[in-house]
């Protein structure tokens, strides 16, 4: 199971760097082996949203969560006093501690390209690097 961290998604809905790569990983399995945090959910609706594209948002959240099986990720405020250890121990920025407490709570692996998460003990995959093991 995966934890798709914010970039990845970004990737593949703006066609950046390793787009390719990225719609050939999520193309290959099953949305519900995907997880996703509901703060990424909610940075990457604030993007869209500011740039005035809502048609791409409501694709988005369609095929993620009507058409697909992405499970969506909260975390609690009894999470907040991890996240901020997290933060302390690796040196993670606030978003990237979060995503880091959600892969430990619910035993997922990183999909990433954020190389913070490299200096973590259970650090993180690319999309490449997971296509590659198969």
Not at 43 to 65: A, C, H, N, P
Not at 94 to 113: C, G, P
């Amino acid at each position: 199971m995966y934890l798709i961290d914010t970039n990845i998604w970004l990737s593949a809905l703006y066609q950046a760097d390793h787009a390719d790569a990225v719609k050939h990983f999520l193309g290959h399995f099953t949305s519900d082996k995907f997880y996703t945090t509901a703060f990424s959910l909610n940075t990457i609706s604030m993007i869209l949203k500011r740039e005035k594209r809502d048609d791409v948002l409501t694709r988005f959240l369609l095929d993620l969560f009507v058409d697909g099986a992405v499970t969506l990720i909260h975390l609690h405020p009894e999470d907040i006093k991890r996240i901020l250890r997290t933060m302390d121990q690796y040196g993670l920025d606030y978003h990237d501690a979060h995503q880091y407490v959600a892969l430990e709570k619910y035993n997922l692996t990183m999909v990433s390209f954020n190389e913070a998460f490299e200096g973590t003990e259970r650090g993180r995959k690319t999309p490449m690097q997971i296509m590659a093991l198969l």
